[in-house]
């Protein structure tokens, strides 16, 4: 499987490709980031993260796009960044049927570094070392994504089956009832944006 993860940011968007499988050896494919000019006008900003993303799809043609879920943040502006570059890397995958995914960061440090709590040099250095990579990649964007599609590769398949399984086992609503809500897993985090 190739996953195309993608850290979400308007100044520095970070990029990266694994192929691997669960019980496989990883292999980076290619590293990133999409930058743009902090001082251009948001519209020109998404344009140019959308232009950057569609580029590394041609170029890379993921089966998957791992995306960090965005959390809220005290920093509305840079919360409200983040979001907009999340959403355009999600409608470019959409658009050309590619699957997209969202993960937790603390889901991602658990499934790199075996702790959720895991600080970014750790990450970093576990990306590293799982890649078999000479030198750690940077920028931490850069890192962040090689991290996001680590996380899939290992943990997606497995949490894709499970939601599959409740879907499947949970009966059908009867007429005049609400749907059954979707197991907590499921849905987003408190504090989460939605």
Known sequence: MRVLGVDPGLTRCGVGVVDGAPGRPLRMVGVGVVRT???????????????????????????????????AQHNVRTVMGTAQASAVAMLCATRRGIPVTLHTPSEVKAAVTGSGRADKAQVT??????????APPKPADA??????????????????RI????????????????????????????????
Do not use: N
């Open 163 to 194: 939601a599959a399984a409740v879907a499947k086992a949970a009966p059908a609503a009867a007429p005049g009832r609400a749907p059954a809500r979707a197991p907590y897993s499921a849905r987003a985090p408190r504090g989460a944006a939605r």
């Open 37 to 71: 000019p902090a001082d251009a006008e948001i519209g020109q900003r998404l344009l140019l993260v959308e232009q950057g993303i569609e580029g590394w799809l041609d170029e890379h043609r993921p089966d998957l796009v791992a995306v960090e879920r965005v959390f």
């Open 143 to 160: 890192a962040d994504a090689l991290a996001l599609a680590i996380c899939h590769i290992w943990r997606g398949g497995a949490t894709g």
């Open 125 to 134: 250095a576990m990306v590293q070392r799982l890649l078999r990579l000479d």
